[in-house]
Structure formats: structure tokens, C-alpha cells
């Protein structure tokens, strides 16, 4: 394992730098065969190689990362090549002498001082004559000869410095507007068998701090489609268009779905759980294990679960958990806020964190942007790894994982309300005495916060407010409270502020997350008064999910858009519930409107241009029915739902409905703050009522209003003996079709006088619903064509204080004054087809609900002084209470225990000895060893106690070098199987030598769930070499490669770089197997000189033997 002497070169350390490299050919005379011949002999199965003198190694004084992208097999889509003529101008080359001040970096540059002079266009594909009579190998040279000899006949080519470098790689420089001497890429071919068609390739660059757009599009390169250009020409032509002519790419990027579809369903084994999970080597220090443990503590006696999750070394995640239905919100309201809240299983409202490679925070710091929030929910106390993993996962379309952790309709407000506030608002509220979480919200959420100074009376004042109507929710304790200890604690901190957001939701908008006005209750959270709130809740969707609401509530979408184009097409659409603000575009004639026809804006028209408009778009809409088979997929093809396919509303009918439809049926839904649920369960439907109707549960008002209720009951019982025996009247409330709209956006009340008040002034009740639905309940004028369920008739059932002396009239109308007295309950509607001019005859035609045999339902009693019928005959409202509490005693006896990792966490540490803390329990390989004493026990053996490795593996400064690439979108069963044996190879020598002893440190954590990328250390070089003594003398403990594995390996080798540090090149004296950019230069490393049966752990003897 010695490696032979060589003339020591100078090297130059620096913790912070990285390079790019590649592989080629190496120039050792070994053969490939006696490689293959020694490989089979040993039984490590090792590759040979010739030793060649070791590189000096050194680190640039900047943060450049020159990763070169890496292409997969499957990674491979069919486009088609779009053309593009565009030029720019260029002036000659100049190469940079090896005394200049770039490290060693040869640069061919352009200065773009010659503005009159058009360069010649960018070179078109080029298929040579010779194309299935030379060799891939040959037609590649051919290529690189042509192309040197075009580049190099003229002044004007955009292409300059073209040279070979090696047998498969080609340099290049071009022009760009980020580098003065121009952009210099290095091209490789990794495998050069298929070409020019089928082959790998893969593109970096020379240059230092390259921009992240420009990395993009040089990890673009290496999943260029089998049908476009792949030849040398035709990927210098795509770099030029991307690069210089800044073109759009005309290929598609890879579904995401179906990669994780074909990863998820496919390479499913017992043993990633061992590899991935107890397996894995803890990584927070001691420090950060104490803090956690300290905050979860704290976070546990508040009553909540916290849990910690390393997805990385550097993304730890903490998450902080509460059952939903302990939070004290009304079953009613959480159903309408989200469906998905109630389900009859344990659901957990869950804080996702992640603080990076550092814990704990300073609260008291700005931290804003270092700790990133997801919120949704999850059946578990914690979602799984792979759930948080992908929550935190950058340009995924979907950072939600179904049933697992998913998202409600407030997860993007909340999310966004944390990613841009909740830090400015600790701040504020932590650097002034006194003040509450809503002092310090109306300070930073004001437009002018960062120019004004702390207005202690205003602030004051809005703590002064929320705490009046405190007692109408269940809040949380407030840890910053002055009856509460000073905390430092971050994530107690932001779970008890998310916990008070979120059961006051309805209070605050949903966009600028500032206090609406207050004048009418909302049951749901909508936006204030502001018109950009509106605009980018409905035309940007940032609001609750449209689609959402479709797929699971189409019955009363179905009934939200009949009574906006009742109320339109009867001209009953006025003031603010108008959808004005939105850009709608409507005819210009509606009567005769036809696609295409000319529009003009909505909000310039008078009312009765408006109304008119919003009944021609919503005819534009499709039935409900319709709507929710395209979004469900119901009518896919097997083969469009075996790839997952997403369906877009927009998208519907060819995409011939009008974006201003859409926008008006999503204004629609979103603006209906009530809750409204058809109910199917028969045992909770109004029994006693014709069956032909359709039955909804109904509830307008915020969670506080149905708080005052309840304290306006208690204050009855306390007064009136028959109050505490029947607490409540029901009784029924008609109105005209065109009224219910407004309704449902305001809850009733008696503004306005429509059918006159002869009891006096209130809103009026009937106790016989045939008065409701008769008189009072007008049928509308025309109904929607597409409405799947025709509105004739609609009356409500609304439950009332049982105070009727106290009423303004109780004979023969119940007429009530005190609205906090009223709450809607239920939503009757009677079919236009079933309507006639007497109610009695329809209703007494029709059967019943509950008149059935063997109908069990306990009615609540009710006064049998004022009883609720229809039309004579007694109705019973069904008690839905001990199916409540059942569903309540089950989720409050369902408790989650612990998982390991987190009761571990929990544990406080044994009492140690001043001589084990002398030897270095910081050390991470001694807590490998102590993982795996842990898991010999778990597997039913036993293992000795060894002595700590006291290796320390690399830090969070040096990992953040490696950008790890995803894993291929189709990954082949049969390299997946090879590398987890590898993997257990490497972990079972790790485990029983040390990393010191085994020469290498290998975590499996630190590959992010991606097994075709590995992160390996080699480390225990003999002391004696140069290469042992500059490390020693640079501080540096370990060299850190970078793995890749293809989809196609064991047959084709993997590739290797060193990471850091980077080793000097030939042409600055270095030498070695080594190159400039970190790539290993061995010929066991090539397709020629790869043999299938080499192990990686060989090979990384190998590698340290070179």
C-alpha cells in the first residue's frame, strides 16, 4: 500500500476550493488483459495498474466548482433538433501563459470590441459520408480532425482554442457576457461505443465561479436525446445556441413522475432499510445532540411531538407535530378548511425545519433563508426520510409526498407566511418588551415597517384586540409570555406561532397574511379588501386548490356556480360580490357569443354589463360531473395512467374555454367561506324530508361565532329551567334563489328588507318548512344549462338559543335579533324538476327519510313547544354527537410511541469518565462503532467493545463541494442489486476494521438516498510518503472522492474525482494519476481496461497504491 517515491512538488491548501476532472486513458503500459488476468486471481477481486509518480496537490483561493455532469442510459427522451442561424460577434483568441495568475487554467478567450463585423452562423449537424464504415472510436477522431482544421481557418468562428485533449475529450472556448476572456468547456466522452449516436457525454468548464444558469445548460449536454445531434458538431452547435445565442432548449426535460414511479416500484429491498436507516452513522456533533435533546424536551412537556430526521449532512430536519383534533377547532371548520383534516384517522398537523449543517439557531440573529418550513400533514408524529427528503427538494413540481406528508389548502400560505415573515416577526417581538405576536405582525406586515420606527401604542393595541377574542379559540401557550420562562427553543418557538395561525386562520388574509376586516365572520380563510390579495389568490392560484375542491366536493361546486349565475342572470350580483379585480374579459354581446368573438374588460362595465358577462362565462363552464372525470382520470387510457399523466382544468375540451372562465369559477369557490358538504351518510340526514331533495350541512361563521353560541346557550341554561332541558330551537329560513349567494359569503342577517317585517326587525324563521320553501323561497328565473343537480327551490335549517321570550316575535314567526344567537346548520334543495306551485304535493309524494324499516337514528330532542315540520309533519334532526365522540375517544387512544432514532435522541448520555472523554467521543468513527454495536444486538448477536477510531470525517465546508445528481430516471435492476452489495461490503470491512484501518470512510447517509452516488474518504496513508507529508503539513486528514455509478454498471466502470483537495497539473509541475480537474487517470477505469468482477474496495486500493 506504499506509495513509490517521486520529486516532491510545492502544493498550495485550501479548505474552500474544489475542482472538475476526467477520466481517460491512462498512459500505463499494463494491458487491459493482465488487469482482467491479476483482477480474477485475487480475491478481493482487485484491478492492477502501474505506478506513476504521485500529483502534488493544492487548492484554489476561490469557491469554483467544476463537477462535470454525468449522463444515464435511461436518462434519454425522443425531440426533435431545433435549427437557429443567429451570430455574434467574436475577436481572436489569446492563450493564457503558464505564468498568469489563473492556476495553471488554459484559457482561449474572445474580446468583444468589434461591434460592425457579423461572425459566420453557428455550424450546422453534420452526419459524416463515412458513417457506418469507420469505428465509433475513428469516426470520433475523424470529427475532432475536421473540426480543429475548421476552427482553426478562420478569425470569425465563435469556436476558438479547439484542441484534442487526450483520446476522448475535446476544449473549446465562447464568448460570454460572465467571463472577459471567454466561457473555456472541456467536452468528454466517458464511452465513446455508439457513437455518434448513442453514447456518453459529458460537458464542464475550466473557468471559476461559473454562473448556475450556464451550469444548467452544460449538465444539459448529458441527457441530449437519442434523435438530436449527439456528434461532437452537433453538441458544440447546441452550446453555442444555449450559451451565446441564449436560446430556449428545444428538448423536454425528463418526466419526474415516472423516474419516481420506475424508482419507487421497482428496486424495492429489505436491505435499504438497513442501509438507510439503522445502519447509518449519526452525524450531529455532541453539541447539536444535546441541544436537540434539550429543545425536545421542552417541546414534549408543551405537549407537543417533536422528531429529528438527517436527510444529509447538510440538511437536518426537525419536525414538530400535534394531532389535529386536539387543537380545539370545530370538527365543522376544519372539514371546511380541508377534507383531508377529518378522515376518522389520527392526522397530525406537522412543522417541517431544516436548519442545515447547524443547530440550534439564534433566534435572536437573522436567519432568515438558513431555516426552511414546510407544513402539511401526515398520518405520523414524523413523515418518513424519503418524504422529508423530497419535501426540501429543490425544482420538484410536487414537494409532496400523498399520504406520507401531504399538503391541505393552507400549506402554501403558511409556507409562504414562514419563509417571509415569521423571522422578521421573532425578531420584532424578541427585541421589544411587551409585545405579542399580533404587535409584532401589525409592526412587519405593514408596506412602510422598514422605514418607520416600533409604534409601541398601535402594537399595543392589536395585542389588546386578538386578546378580546382569545377566549373564542383554543390557543397555545405562548412561550414568550411573561408567565413563561425565557426560551431559546427555535422550534418551539415557530410551532406554537404556527399553532396560533393556524386555528385563527380565518382572521388573516391569505396572501399579505394581514388581519381582514373583521365586520362579517368568515367560517373560511379568504383575503382582505385588497384587490392585488384577490388578484393573486385567483389568477395566480396561490389560494386553496381549485381541483382539490372539485375532486371532493363536486356537488357543492356544482351548487356554488348556480347560485352566482342565478344571482348574475337576475341582476342580484352587486357591490363586493362581484368578481371585480381579476382582468376577466367578457362578450361584448353575450346573447350572441361565440369563441372567438371580441371581449372587452370587466371591470369597466356598469352592474348590469357585469351580471350579464358572468352569466356568459359561467356558460362556458362544463358540468361538474364533467370537470371532476377529467381531473380523476377516469377516462385515461391504461397507458396514459400507468405514466402518471396530471390533468390541468385549462386544459379541458381542447383548451376552448376561456381563461376568464376559469378564473371566475376559481373566484367562485375560493370566495365561499362557508362550509358546504352534501351529506351521503343516511343516518345524518334530516329525517322526514322527501328523499328527492338534496341535503347539505351548512355552516357560516368563523370558529369564534360558533364560540358564542356556545357561551349564549350556557347563559340561557343558567337563566330559563326548559333551556336546560332543550337547549335549542330548529326552525327554517327561505329566501329566493338569487339571495343565497350572499348568503353564504355573509351568513343572515337583516340589512336589507326584501319581504317586509311586519314582527319587527330580525331575521325571520319559520317553524313549518312548507312556509319556508312556499312563500319565501322563490324559484329562480332560469338555471345553469350544465347544472347536474337543478336548483328549484332551497330553504335552510338553522339552529336558534332556546330563549323565545326573548325574541323579537316568536308567533307566528320565530324573528331573532341577536345574530350570535343563529347559526345555519343544514341546506335543503328542492330539484326544478320536482318543483311545483304546491309544495304540500310534492313533498307528501315523495318517500321520506328515515321512514324506512330498521332506520336506528337517535333524533335530538327537541322542544316540544315549537317543534321544526314540513308541511304538518314532524322532522328529527339526527344526533350526530356519539359518532363524534366514538371517532374522538379512538384518535385521542391512538398514542405514537417514539421511533428509535428519536427515543434515542431522548436518552440522556451515561456518565463517562474523565479518561473516555480524554479520547475523543467527538470522534466520528467512534460513534460508527458504537451504531454498530448497536445493530449486532438488534440482529440477535453480540459484539466486543473496540477502541474509538478517532478518524473525524470531512465537514459540512468540504461536502458542500460535492452537488450530488439525481439517480437515473430507470434505473436497472441489475446495477441496483450489484451496488447495494457493494455498499454491504464496504460497510461490513468499515464496521470490523475502522475507517483508519481500512483505509477509507464510506457513510451511506451522505449519498442522500441516491445509491449510484457515493461519497468515500481515503484516509491512512503511510506517514513516510510526500503525499502523507503535505497533507500533514496542510491540515488536510483524508482525500474526498466523488463516485458515480451508470445505470449500466457492473459492465461499464464508474467514475471517480477527487473532490478535494485538487492536485497540481502537469503543466504546474504535478504528476500522477491525478488530473487538474480531480478525475482518476487509470486504464482499470476505461471501457478497455474495466473489468466487470473489480470491486470497488479493490479499486480504491488501487487508486491509493497509484
Known amino acids: 500500500?506504499?506509495?513509490?517515491?517521486?520529486?516532491?512538488?510545492?502544493?498550495?491548501?485550501?479548505?474552500?476550493?474544489?475542482?472538475?476532472?476526467?477520466?481517460?486513458?491512462?498512459?500505463?503500459?499494463?494491458?487491459?488483459?493482465?488487469?482482467?488476468?491479476?483482477?480474477?486471481?485475487?480475491?478481493?477481486?482487485?484491478?492492477?495498474?502501474?505506478?506513476?509518480?504521485?500529483?502534488?496537490?493544492?487548492?484554489?483561493?476561490?469557491?469554483?466548482?467544476?463537477?462535470?455532469?454525468?449522463?444515464?442510459?435511461?436518462?434519454?427522451?425522443?425531440?426533435?433538433?431545433?435549427?437557429?442561424?443567429?451570430?455574434?460577434?467574436?475577436?481572436?483568441?489569446?492563450?493564457?501563459?503558464?505564468?498568469?495568475?489563473?492556476?495553471?487554467?488554459?484559457?482561449?478567450?474572445?474580446?468583444?470590441?468589434?461591434?460592425?463585423?457579423?461572425?459566420?452562423?453557428?455550424?450546422?449537424?453534420?452526419?459524416?459520408?463515412?458513417?457506418?464504415?469507420?469505428?465509433?472510436?475513428?469516426?470520433?477522431?475523424?470529427?475532432?480532425?475536421?473540426?480543429?482544421?475548421?476552427?482553426?481557418?478562420?478569425?470569425?468562428?465563435?469556436?476558438?482554442?479547439?484542441?484534442?485533449?487526450?483520446?476522448?475529450?475535446?476544449?473549446?472556448?465562447?464568448?460570454?457576457?460572465?467571463?472577459?476572456?471567454?466561457?473555456?468547456?472541456?467536452?468528454?466522452?466517458?464511452d465513446l461505443a455508439g457513437y455518434p449516436n448513442s453514447h456518453q457525454c459529458i460537458c464542464y468548464s475550466e473557468n471559476e465561479d461559473i454562473p448556475p444558469d450556464v451550469e444548467d445548460i452544460m449538465g444539459e449536454v448529458a441527457s441530449l436525446p437519442e434523435q438530436a445531434d449527439r456528434s461532437l458538431n452537433g453538441?458544440?452547435?447546441?452550446?453555442?445556441?444555449?450559451?451565446?445565442?441564449?436560446?430556449?432548449?428545444?428538448?423536454?426535460?425528463?418526466?419526474?413522475?415516472?423516474?419516481?414511479?420506475s424508482d419507487e416500484e421497482g428496486d424495492y429491498y429489505p436491505e435499504d432499510d438497513v442501509l438507510f436507516g439503522l445502519m447509518a452513522t449519526p452525524s450531529q456533533s455532541p453539541a447539536m445532540?444535546?441541544?436537540?435533546?434539550?429543545?425536545?424536551?421542552?417541546?414534549?412537556?408543551?405537549?407537543?411531538?417533536?422528531?429529528?430526521?438527517?436527510?444529509?449532512?447538510?440538511?437536518?430536519?426537525?419536525?414538530?407535530?400535534?394531532?389535529?383534533?386536539s387543537l380545539g377547532v370545530p370538527l365543522n371548520a376544519l372539514q371546511a378548511w380541508d377534507s383531508d383534516l377529518i378522515t376518522g384517522e389520527v392526522v397530525y398537523l406537522v412543522l417541517l425545519m431544516n436548519f442545515g449543517s447547524k443547530y440550534p439557531v439564534n433566534p435572536d440573529s437573522g436567519t432568515r433563508g438558513e431555516v426552511q418550513f414546510k407544513i402539511g400533514i401526515s398520518p405520523k408524529y414524523k413523515p418518513s426520510k424519503t418524504a422529508i427528503a423530497a419535501a426540501f427538494r429543490a425544482h420538484s413540481a410536487n414537494t409532496y409526498t400523498k399520504g406520507e406528508f401531504q399538503a391541505i389548502s393552507l400549506s402554501a400560505p403558511l409556507d409562504s407566511l414562514f419563509s417571509d415573515a415569521f423571522q422578521k416577526v421573532l425578531l420584532t417581538r424578541r427585541s421589544n418588551s411587551g409585545c405579542g405576536w399580533a404587535?409584532?405582525?401589525?409592526?412587519?406586515?405593514?408596506?412602510?415597517?422598514?422605514?418607520?420606527?416600533?409604534?409601541?401604542?398601535?402594537?399595543?393595541?392589536?395585542?389588546?384586540?386578538?386578546?378580546?377574542?382569545?377566549?373564542?379559540?383554543?390557543?397555545?401557550?405562548?412561550?414568550?409570555?411573561?408567565?413563561?420562562?425565557?426560551?431559546?427553543?427555535?422550534?418551539?418557538?415557530?410551532?406554537?406561532?404556527?399553532?396560533?395561525?393556524?386555528?385563527?386562520?380565518?382572521?388573516?388574509?391569505?396572501?399579505?397574511?394581514?388581519?381582514?376586516?373583521?365586520?362579517?365572520?368568515?367560517?373560511?380563510?379568504?383575503?382582505?379588501?385588497?384587490?392585488?390579495?384577490?388578484?393573486?389568490?385567483?389568477?395566480?392560484?396561490?389560494?386553496?386548490?381549485?381541483?382539490?375542491?372539485?375532486?371532493?366536493?363536486?356537488?357543492?361546486?356544482?351548487?356554488?356556480?348556480?347560485?352566482?349565475?342565478?344571482?348574475?342572470?337576475?341582476?342580484?350580483?352587486?357591490?363586493?360580490?362581484?368578481?371585480?379585480?381579476?382582468?376577466?374579459?367578457?362578450?361584448?354581446?353575450?346573447?350572441?357569443?361565440?369563441?372567438?368573438?371580441?371581449?372587452?374588460?370587466?371591470?369597466?362595465?356598469?352592474?348590469?354589463?357585469?351580471?350579464?358577462?358572468?352569466?356568459?362565462?359561467?356558460?362556458?363552464?362544463?358540468?361538474?360531473?364533467?370537470?371532476?372525470?377529467?381531473?380523476?382520470?377516469?377516462?385515461?387510457?391504461?397507458?396514459?395512467?400507468?405514466?402518471?399523466?396530471?390533468?390541468?382544468?385549462?386544459?379541458?375540451?381542447?383548451?376552448?374555454?376561456?381563461?376568464?372562465?376559469?378564473?371566475?369559477?376559481?373566484?367562485?369557490?375560493?370566495?365561499?367561506?362557508?362550509?358546504?358538504?352534501?351529506?351521503?351518510?343516511?343516518?345524518?340526514?334530516?329525517?322526514?324530508?322527501?328523499?328527492?331533495?338534496?341535503?347539505?350541512?351548512?355552516?357560516?361563521?368563523?370558529?369564534?361565532?360558533?364560540?358564542?353560541?356556545?357561551?349564549?346557550i350556557k347563559a340561557a341554561q343558567a337563566k330559563n329551567s326548559n333551556a336546560r332541558i332543550y337547549p335549542t330551537l330548529y326552525a327554517w329560513h327561505g329566501s329566493a334563489v338569487k339571495n343565497w349567494h350572499s348568503i353564504l359569503r355573509e351568513g343572515l342577517h337583516f340589512k336589507e328588507t326584501i319581504n317586509g317585517r311586519a314582527y319587527g326587525h330580525g331575521v325571520y324563521t319559520a317553524k313549518d318548512g312548507a312556509v319556508s320553501m312556499g312563500h319565501y323561497s322563490q324559484p329562480s328565473q332560469g338555471t345553469w344549462k350544465n347544472a347536474d343537480f337543478g336548483i328549484g327551490k332551497m330553504a335552510a335549517l338553522v339552529e336558534l338559543v332556546n330563549l323565545p321570550n326573548e325574541f323579537v316575535s316568536s308567533n307566528p314567526y320565530l324573528v331573532v335579533d341577536k345574530l350570535d344567537w343563529i347559526q345555519c346548520r343544514y341546506l335543503l334543495i328542492q330539484r326544478t324538476t320536482t318543483y311545483s306551485s304546491t309544495a304540500e304535493t310534492t313533498t307528501s309524494s315523495d318517500e321520506a327519510v328515515g321512514t324506512g324499516r330498521g332506520h336506528l337514528t337517535r333524533p335530538i330532542p327537541l322542544d316540544p313547544m315549537h317543534p321544526p315540520v314540513l308541511n304538518g309533519q314532524k322532522i328529527n334532526i339526527p344526533d350526530v354527537t356519539p359518532k363524534l365522540e366514538a371517532m374522538d375517544r379512538k384518535l385521542a387512544g391512538t398514542f405514537e410511541e417514539l421511533n428509535m432514532s428519536d427515543a434515542e435522541l431522548m436518552r440522556d448520555p451515561p456518565p463517562e469518565s474523565k479518561n473516555k472523554r480524554a479520547l475523543g467521543s467527538t470522534s466520528s468513527a467512534g460513534r460508527l462503532s458504537s451504531s454498530s454495536q448497536s445493530r449486532s444486538q438488534l440482529q440477535g448477536g453480540s459484539s466486543k467493545p473496540k477502541q474509538p477510531d478517532l478518524f473525524v470525517p470531512a465537514d459540512a465546508t468540504r461536502l458542500k463541494l460535492i452537488r450530488?445528481?439525481?439517480?437515473?430516471?430507470?434505473?436497472?435492476?441489475?446495477?441496483?442489486?450489484?451496488?447495494?452489495?457493494?455498499?454491504?461490503?464496504?460497510?461490513?470491512?468499515?464496521?470490523?476494521?475502522?475507517?483508519?484501518?481500512?483505509?477509507?470512510?464510506?457513510?451511506?447517509?451522505?449519498?442522500?438516498?441516491?445509491?449510484?452516488?457515493?461519497?468515500?474518504?481515503?484516509?491512512?496513508?503511510?506517514?513516510?510518503?510526500?503525499?502523507?507529508?503535505?497533507?500533514?503539513?496542510?491540515?488536510?486528514?483524508?482525500?474526498?472522492?466523488?463516485?458515480?455509478?451508470?445505470?449500466?454498471?457492473?459492465?461499464?466502470?464508474?467514475f471517480f474525482r477527487l473532490v478535494h483537495p485538487r492536485f497540481l497539473p502537469f503543466i504546474h509541475g504535478g504528476g500522477g494519476h491525478v488530473t487538474g480537474g480531480g478525475s482518476i487517470c487509470m486504464d482499470l477505469l476505461t471501457p478497455n481496461g474495466w473489468n466487470p468482477v473489480y470491486q470497488i474496495e479493490a479499486v480504491l486500493l488501487q487508486i491509493r497504491m497509484a
Request: charged share 25%; with cysteine; aromatic share 6%.
Open 235 to 261: 453538441i458544440i452547435q447546441f452550446l453555442i445556441k444555449r450559451l451565446v445565442l441564449k436560446e430556449a432548449s428545444p428538448y423536454p426535460s425528463a418526466q419526474p413522475s415516472q423516474a419516481q414511479s
Open 439 to 712: 404587535g409584532a405582525e401589525h409592526h412587519c406586515l405593514q408596506p412602510d415597517s422598514s422605514k418607520g420606527g416600533f409604534d409601541k401604542k398601535a402594537c399595543r393595541d392589536a395585542d389588546k384586540e386578538e386578546k378580546a377574542i382569545s377566549g373564542s379559540y383554543l390557543l397555545p401557550k405562548d412561550p414568550m409570555s411573561k408567565s413563561s420562562k425565557p426560551t431559546c427553543n427555535y422550534p418551539l418557538l415557530a410551532f406554537s406561532y404556527l399553532l396560533r395561525r393556524f386555528v385563527m386562520c380565518p382572521r388573516f388574509c391569505l396572501i399579505c397574511f394581514k388581519t381582514v376586516d373583521q365586520t362579517i365572520t368568515a367560517l373560511k380563510p379568504f383575503v382582505c379588501d385588497s384587490q392585488l390579495c384577490l388578484f393573486q389568490l385567483i389568477s395566480l392560484g396561490l389560494g386553496p386548490s381549485l381541483e382539490h375542491e372539485i375532486k371532493t366536493n363536486a356537488p357543492a361546486v356544482d351548487l356554488l356556480i348556480q347560485l352566482a349565475f342565478t344571482s348574475a342572470k337576475e341582476n342580484a350580483l352587486k357591490g363586493e360580490h362581484q368578481p371585480q379585480g381579476l382582468s376577466l374579459e367578457v362578450p361584448v354581446n353575450p346573447l350572441t357569443y361565440k369563441k372567438g368573438d371580441a371581449t372587452v374588460e370587466f371591470d369597466g362595465l356598469d352592474q348590469a354589463a357585469r351580471n350579464a358577462g358572468v352569466v356568459a362565462l359561467i356558460t362556458e363552464l362544463p358540468p361538474v360531473p364533467e370537470m371532476r372525470t377529467w381531473l380523476t382520470g377516469e377516462d385515461l387510457s391504461d397507458n396514459d395512467r400507468l405514466l402518471n399523466r396530471n390533468r390541468k382544468l385549462t386544459d379541458m375540451r381542447d383548451g376552448g374555454i376561456s381563461n376568464s372562465a376559469w378564473k371566475l369559477l376559481r373566484w367562485i369557490v375560493a370566495s365561499n367561506t362557508s362550509y358546504l358538504k352534501q351529506i351521503e351518510d343516511e343516518d345524518e340526514l334530516v329525517q322526514g324530508v322527501p328523499k328527492a331533495y338534496r341535503q347539505f350541512r351548512l355552516v357560516v361563521g368563523s370558529p369564534a361565532k360558533e364560540h358564542l353560541l356556545k357561551e349564549a
Open 964 to 1054: 450530488l445528481l439525481p439517480p437515473p430516471a430507470q434505473p436497472n435492476r441489475g446495477a441496483s442489486m450489484t451496488i447495494q452489495r457493494e455498499m454491504r461490503t464496504m460497510i461490513k470491512v468499515q464496521d470490523e476494521k475502522g475507517p483508519t484501518e481500512a483505509g477509507f470512510y464510506f457513510d451511506p447517509e451522505r449519498s442522500n438516498d441516491n445509491i449510484f452516488t457515493w461519497v468515500v474518504e481515503l484516509i491512512g496513508f503511510d506517514p513516510d510518503l510526500p503525499l502523507s507529508k503535505d497533507m500533514k503539513a496542510k491540515g488536510v486528514t483524508s482525500l474526498l472522492f466523488e463516485i458515480r455509478f451508470g445505470d449500466s454498471y457492473p459492465l461499464s466502470p464508474p
Open 1 to 190: 500500500m506504499s506509495l513509490p517515491a517521486s520529486k516532491k512538488a510545492k502544493m498550495d491548501i485550501d479548505s474552500n476550493s474544489t475542482g472538475g476532472g476526467r477520466t481517460t486513458r491512462s498512459q500505463s503500459a499494463a494491458s487491459s488483459s493482465a488487469a482482467a488476468q491479476q483482477a480474477s486471481n485475487s480475491n478481493a477481486s482487485a484491478p492492477t495498474t502501474n505506478k506513476r509518480p504521485a500529483s502534488p496537490i493544492y487548492i484554489d483561493d476561490d469557491d469554483d466548482d467544476d463537477e462535470e455532469p454525468f449522463e444515464y442510459d435511461s436518462d434519454v427522451n425522443s425531440v426533435e433538433i431545433v435549427q437557429s442561424d443567429h451570430g455574434m460577434d467574436v475577436d481572436e483568441d489569446e492563450q493564457q501563459q503558464p505564468g498568469d495568475d489563473d492556476d495553471g487554467c488554459i484559457v482561449l478567450s474572445s474580446d468583444h470590441d468589434d461591434d460592425d463585423e457579423q461572425p459566420q452562423t453557428p455550424p450546422e449537424p453534420i452526419r459524416p459520408a463515412l458513417k457506418g464504415k469507420l469505428t465509433s472510436r475513428k469516426q470520433f477522431q475523424a470529427d475532432v480532425a475536421h473540426l480543429g482544421e475548421r476552427f482553426s481557418a478562420s478569425d470569425k468562428e465563435l469556436v476558438t482554442g479547439f484542441k484534442k485533449e487526450g483520446d476522448e475529450q475535446v476544449c473549446f472556448t465562447l464568448p460570454h457576457d460572465a467571463f472577459k476572456k471567454g466561457l473555456r468547456l472541456v467536452v468528454m466522452f466517458p
Open 289 to 325: 445532540t444535546a441541544a436537540l435533546r434539550a429543545d425536545f424536551k421542552e417541546l414534549i412537556e408543551a405537549g407537543y411531538r417533536p422528531g429529528y430526521t438527517r436527510v444529509s449532512e447538510l440538511d437536518n430536519v426537525v419536525s414538530v407535530s400535534k394531532k389535529v383534533n
